[in-house]
């Protein structure tokens, strides 16, 4: 005779737990350079010190910039001056040309000196708005609040937008980054907690959260 055997199912959690060794590095870390060339000036933070949003850290020699500004300041003036002179000139041959006192290719002539005129202002204006940016870019600043973790150069140095000259990182919140197998991979998804424990913090436990899974 067929035997059957009836149990009762209960279901239960079951703990899957993956430990990894991971590599602690700030949640925000940049290496700071500047916009322009020239001589460092001053640098005004060291290793450890801590900077705020904007605050500058690094000064560029603003001699170059400043004649350079004043050169554009110049160049500005003297289109504005020529401009008026070539409208005021349109204005009399206009004059002229109601009265039928001068050809339709004189007129033409004097208008397109105007439009010239009138082009020349606006390309003097551009290049003293890019002189007085350049200026302000001999101040280099913080793109966010955080610690200076390193430092490349000292005053005299010559610089520009392809040397880093400070590295600027956000310790108030650090990431974890930590190499996975495959089979681990699998039991681990975005937004889970996660606890980070330290050899050289015994007995001390952080909790945090699974920012993503590369």
Known sequence: DARVVVTTVQAESLDLVVRAVGRVRPWQEVSLAAEV???????????????????VVLRIDTAPYEDALAER????????????????????????RDRGAISEREYEAALAQKRAGEADVRGAEAALARA??????????????????????????????????????NLETVAIEVGLTEQEL???????????????????????VVDGVA
Request: net charge negative; glycine share 8%; with cysteine.
């Open 73 to 96: 300041e110049a160049n500005l003036l003297r289109a504005q001056a020529r401009m008026e002179e070539s409208a005021a000139a349109l204005e009399r041959v206009d004059s002229l």
């Open 132 to 169: 007085q940016r350049q200026l302000a870019d001999c101040a280099v600043a913080a793109p966010f609040p955080g610690t200076i973790v390193d430092r490349h150069v000292d005053s005299g140095a010559l610089v520009g937008p392809e040397r880093p000259v400070l590295t600027l990182a």
């Open 37 to 55: 060339s020239g001589r460092v000036e001053e640098v005004l933070v060291d290793i450890g010190d801590y900077v705020g949003n904007d605050d």
């Open 186 to 208: 699998l039991r681990v998804r975005s937004s889970q907690i996660a606890y980070v424990e330290s050899s050289s913090l015994p007995g001390k436990r952080a909790e945090g």
